[in-house]
Structure formats: structure tokens, C-alpha cells
Nanobody, 122 residues
């Protein structure tokens, strides 16, 4: 129905930057919200940032001031600019979207990407 494909992960030194991208494709009528979660080894998945259809944003306290979420509605793509990265930011980052499907415009469904690994290490 909907595919989310992340890109942009990799290895970066502490203090460095990375930009993640997530493109949604498929039977999309509209997207109510897109966001990023992350999961470090041995830890639960946690919300990092979300952006709604109206453009409102939310950030976890741990990334406020360092991360910026943005979107290109025409491309159904969300971005996560990550600056001043710390070793504790190391995790697999997952894209999430709440999508209104074509033919089912009265509700939305949640979809996940497969994740992209971000490693912050010297």
C-alpha cells in the first residue's frame, strides 16, 4: 500500500552532522503526519521528531536545538537534519507516516520504514 524508504544514515564523528531523508510512495491520498523514531541497541524505540500536515513540529527533549525536521509535501518526503551529534544519538532511525489511503479517505493508517543506521563515534 505505502512504502517508506529512508536514506542518509552512516558513520559520523561526535559534533558532526547528518541529514536523513524518507520518501513515501504508494496509494497515498494525503499524509497527516510524518516523523522519525530511533532505537538504540537494548533500548525501546523512542520518538525523535514529528511534523504534521499543518507544519507543526514536535521534538524529543534530547534532540531539541540540534535536530530539525522538515518536509516536502509535493514529494511526500520528510527530512531530519541532525547537528552536533553525540555518541548517544547512535541508533537505527525509523521513518513513520500516518497516511490516508486512496479509497479510504475517512481514516489513516500507520506505516514504518525499515530503518537507517546512524553511528556517532570517533
Amino acid at each position: 500500500q505505502v512504502q517508506l524508504v529512508e536514506s542518509g544514515g552512516g558513520l559520523v564523528q561526535p559534533g558532526g552532522s547528518l541529514r536523513l531523508s524518507c520518501a513515501a510512495s504508494g496509494s497515498i491520498f494525503s499524509i497527516n503526519a510524518m516523523g522519525w523514531y530511533r532505537q538504540a541497541p537494548g533500548k525501546q524505540r523512542e520518538l525523535v521528531a514529528i511534523i504534521t500536515k499543518s507544519g507543526s513540529t514536535y521534538y524529543a527533549d534530547s534532540v531539541k536545538g540540534r535536530y530539525t525536521i522538515s518536509r516536502d509535501m509535493a514529494k511526500n518526503t520528510v527530512y531530519l537534519q541532525m547537528n552536533s551529534l553525540k555518541p548517544e544519538d547512535t541508533a537505527s532511525y525509523y521513518c513513520n507516516a500516518r497516511v490516508v489511503l486512496i479509497g479510504a479517505e475517512f481514516s489513516d493508517k500507520e506505516f514504518w520504514g525499515k530503518g537507517t543506521l546512524v553511528t556517532v563515534s570517533s
